[in-house]
């Protein structure tokens, strides 16, 4: 929700350090085996844009050319050669 260590920590009544130092424990549950290799599937390579997504006006402008979504949701894209190809596939 775009709050700081700060707010939760007054929220909750902790301290920001106590915060933090538990959102990274999650955040690394999250991101390694086995709720990673379980739960997150990237798309192939020839995936479509979904139907939803390329046919919605609300949405399509904004994300048509994303590379991907920092909640893990992928948009296939392409690039030219000039660009460098896929050089930038799934980068940050």
Do not use: W
């Amino acid at each position: 929700t775009g709050l700081t260590c700060i707010h939760v920590g007054e929220r909750f009544q902790r301290s920001p350090t106590t915060i933090t130092k538990y959102f990274k424990r999650i955040l690394q549950a999250f991101a390694t085996p086995p709720f990673y290799t379980t739960y997150v599937r990237l798309p192939a390579a020839n995936s479509p844009t979904p139907h939803e997504m390329r046919k919605n006006p609300r949405f399509y402008p904004f994300f048509g050319h994303v590379l991907g979504a920092i909640d893990g949701t992928h948009i296939r894209c392409t690039s030219s050669p000039e660009d460098g190809g896929d050089a930038n596939r799934n980068r940050k």
